[in-house]
């Protein structure tokens, strides 16, 4: 599936998506207030720094807890992982990106961003509305639906434990991700995941992100995803998903279903994709391509407007995410992104990995090469977390 939307694909969409606005700035104003002054109808609002991300420390925008996630899939009535999601902004997808990146790493697999976001749908005649979206259909009492198969469960399987598998362990091996929650990308103890290269962390059963690169986090839960029909969620208005009578309409892709812990939301496990660490993004950089997805200025040391030290990691190439999109705010066709990433040294046997300053523009920038069939873990700290340990190095210049 690719990761990308168009808004004509929106409009046709059966069943119907749970529509996330993700609209961010980084220097402000919140993007709540964009949300509030027009979205599109029928989408909720997601905030980039308390949902998507934990408080700052170390690094910018450090993985968000998986009791976080978890209220903010109970809020928008997703149910179950495969619950149809589409998410969009107010820019060029950068905050969008970085909702895509996470829903999926905390157990989605039906997340796609809306190419050119809120511009691309007024372009073609799509209206705004100021209207709060429908609430998602509250759960049933035994959490069976008409729509679900018969003896479908609550949304996740028995013995599943809230935001973390059952055995995964609490503490974090060496290259473990710093900056993430607790349980978020944690490694178990010694000899879980037996077979995993140095510096894997496992953040699931034992055995999973075997073969993976040091310094990834990798593996979800076994059993930590149930296989049934995606969820509830709301959407919908006149011009977009709406019901006979113009009214927004619920999403009913999985009617009501819900987890026992968390009535009318799917339970969040950390580790679904990898993620790479310190270790890991600087392994990359010296046998593989490290993406840095930072404007030039940034990534030559000349400037740094956020973060206290100046530079790029070393061995890094420049991929500014700028060049990920058109003046309308369009990815580029897949084969242009394939062919800018080739010039920048990505090849099909390249081990890839991105980061930019913490951790949001990188998730654009996996985005783009998603959409362009290349696979690349993201070093979710990024630079911000890069220069808390003086020890590590930095580089200045354009090489």
């Not at 809020?75 to 992982?81: A, D, E």
């Not at 969820?231 to 892709?253: I, Q, Y």
């Not at 990534?299 to 058109?326: L, S, Y």
Request: proline share 9%.
């Amino acid at each position: 599936m690719t990761p990308l939307i168009s808004v004509d694909e929106l409009r046709a969409l059966d069943p119907r998506p749970v529509l996330v606005d993700v609209t961010w700035n980084l220097a402000g104003p919140p993007g709540k207030e964009a949300y509030d002054a027009g979205h599109l109808p029928g989408a909720h609002f997601v905030d980039l720094d308390t949902e998507l991300a934990a408080p700052p420390g170390p690094g910018r925008h450090p993985l968000p807890t998986a009791t976080t996630v978890t209220a903010t899939f109970a809020r928008l009535g997703i149910t179950t992982p495969d619950t149809p999601v589409v998410v969009y902004d107010a820019a060029n997808s950068t905050a969008a990106a970085r909702a895509w990146w996470t829903f999926r790493y905390f157990g989605l697999t039906n997340v796609r961003v809306l190419n050119g976001g809120k511009a691309a749908w007024q372009s073609t005649g799509g209206n705004l509305t100021t209207e709060p979206p429908p609430e998602p259909t509250q759960a049933s009492a035994t959490g069976a639906t008409t729509d679900s198969p018969a003896g479908a469960g609550t949304g996740s399987p028995a013995g599943a434990t809230t935001g973390s598998a059952a055995g995964a362990g609490t503490g974090s091996a060496a290259g473990a991700t710093p900056g993430s929650a607790a349980g978020a990308g944690s490694g178990s103890a010694a000899g879980a995941g037996t077979g995993s290269p140095a510096g894997v962390t496992a953040g699931s059963a034992a055995g999973a992100g075997t073969g993976s690169p040091a310094g990834v986090t990798a593996g979800s839960a076994a059993g930590a995803t149930a296989e049934s029909p995606a969820g509830s969620g709301a959407a919908g208005t006149t011009d977009f998903l709406a019901d006979s009578t113009g009214a927004p309409a619920p999403n009913t892709a999985g009617g009501d279903r819900t987890t026992s812990d968390v009535p009318g939301g799917l339970i969040a496990t950390p580790g679904h994709i990898p993620v790479l660490d310190a270790d890991g993004a600087a392994a990359v950089a010296a046998k593989g391509v490290l993406l840095d997805a930072r404007a030039p200025e940034r990534f030559a040391g000349e400037v740094e407007p956020m973060d206290p030290v100046a530079g790029h990691i070393p061995g890094a190439v420049n991929a500014p995410t700028t060049a990920n999109v058109d003046e309308t705010g369009h990815f580029l066709p897949a084969d242009d992104l394939r062919a800018r990433f080739a010039a920048l040294g990505v090849t099909a046997e390249a081990e890839v990995g991105v980061y930019c300053g913490s951790g949001v523009t990188a998730a654009h920038e996996a985005l783009a090469l998603e959409a362009a069939g290349i696979p690349a873990t993201v070093y979710i700290g990024s630079w911000s977390e890069w220069i808390t340990d003086p020890t590590r190095p930095v580089a200045t210049g354009n090489d």
